[in-house]
């Protein structure tokens, strides 16, 4: 397990083969690689999905075969576990799915879940995730989670005391909505990324963008005279 801690926070991950079944890709390799373990821990954690069966077993199956053992942790309609804290503390990874970054975080702090992530992230857990499971460590972003048109949230666990926006390049929202967050001071500084990009941060700074697909790639939003200033990052290709 890594000591430092480490988020990589992401808009991919995983892909899909010519059979639709789910794999690993490029993005979930980096954070299995982060931990340093010969055979890494992961523990899938599907809330924002209401903890969607299929999600669970296709992420097992997504890791058929590999060095690492694959557990999960739902909330959904009681904890799977007989103790959060100590299932969360045993792992080298925590993978969070996509989905309602609304609903995850609500339903994080009803099982003191937001606390327990902090801690897993004090002790060098490595912390990743896609889409809401981007989102969820920062102070907040646009979500769909509720309904087609974005809207903004503010309410983040702020482990990282940036905004961040997902699905950049891919569903037209995003970017402005990031953008007039940015502008008004309702989010921070804010870092956003392509789908197939993910931001790598150790401690609370960015300390890299990775891409597992080409043209994917990494943005930091600041605010400049009333308005949101856009720098494309440099990114590393794996």
């Not at 003191?112 to 995730?129: Q, S």
């Given at each position: 397990?890594?000591?430092?801690?480490?988020?990589?926070?992401?808009?991919?991950?995983?892909?899909?083969?010519?059979?639709?079944?789910?794999?690993?890709?490029?993005?979930?390799?980096?954070?299995?690689?982060?931990?340093?373990?010969?055979?890494?821990?992961?523990?899938?954690?599907?809330?924002?999905?209401?903890?969607s069966?299929?999600?669970?077993?296709?992420?097992?199956?997504?890791?058929?075969?590999?060095?690492?053992?694959?557990?999960?942790?739902s909330?959904?309609?009681?904890?799977?576990?007989e103790?959060?804290?100590?299932?969360?503390?045993?792992?080298?990874?925590?993978?969070?799915?996509?989905?309602?970054?609304?609903?995850?975080?609500?339903?994080?702090?009803?099982?003191?879940?937001?606390?327990?992530?902090?801690?897993?992230?004090?002790?060098?857990?490595?912390?990743?995730?896609?889409?809401?499971?981007?989102?969820?460590?920062?102070?907040?972003?646009?979500?769909?989670?509720?309904?087609?048109?974005?809207?903004?949230?503010?309410?983040?666990?702020?482990?990282?005391?940036?905004?961040?926006?997902?699905?950049?390049?891919?569903?037209?929202?995003?970017?402005?909505?990031?953008?007039?967050?940015?502008?008004?001071?309702?989010?921070p500084?804010?870092?956003?990324?392509?789908?197939?990009?993910?931001?790598?941060?150790?401690?609370?700074?960015?300390?890299?963008?990775f891409?597992?697909?080409?043209?994917?790639?990494?943005?930091?939003?600041?605010?400049?005279?009333?308005?949101?200033?856009?720098?494309?990052?440099?990114?590393?290709?794996?």
């Amino acid at each position: 397990m890594t000591r430092t801690p480490t988020i990589l926070a992401t808009s991919g991950g995983f892909s899909y083969d010519a059979r639709e079944n789910l794999r690993p890709a490029g993005l979930a390799r980096l954070a299995l690689r982060l931990t340093e373990a010969e055979r890494p821990k992961l523990c899938f954690v599907p809330t924002a999905s209401g903890d969607s069966t299929l999600y669970v077993q296709r992420t097992y199956a997504a890791f058929a075969g590999w060095s690492v053992d694959v557990s999960h942790l739902s909330l959904f309609p009681m904890p799977n576990v007989e103790d959060i804290r100590a299932h969360v503390l045993a792992q080298d990874v925590l993978w969070v799915g996509g989905g309602s970054v609304a609903g995850l975080l609500a339903m994080w702090r009803l099982h003191g879940l937001d606390d327990v992530m902090r801690e897993a992230w004090d002790a060098g857990v490595v912390l990743a995730g896609v889409s809401a499971g981007s989102i969820c460590w920062h102070v907040g972003g646009p979500t769909d989670s509720f309904g087609p048109r974005l809207r903004a949230v503010t309410d983040g666990l702020a482990l990282l005391p940036y905004g961040n926006g997902v699905h950049y390049d891919s569903e037209e929202q995003r970017r402005p909505l990031l953008h007039r967050m940015v502008a008004s001071g309702e989010l921070p500084t804010s870092l956003a990324t392509d789908d197939g990009a993910g931001v790598l941060y150790r401690g609370t700074e960015p300390a890299g963008v990775f891409t597992e697909r080409d043209g994917a790639g990494g943005y930091l939003v600041e605010a400049s005279g009333g308005e949101a200033k856009e720098t494309a990052l440099p990114a590393e290709r794996l």
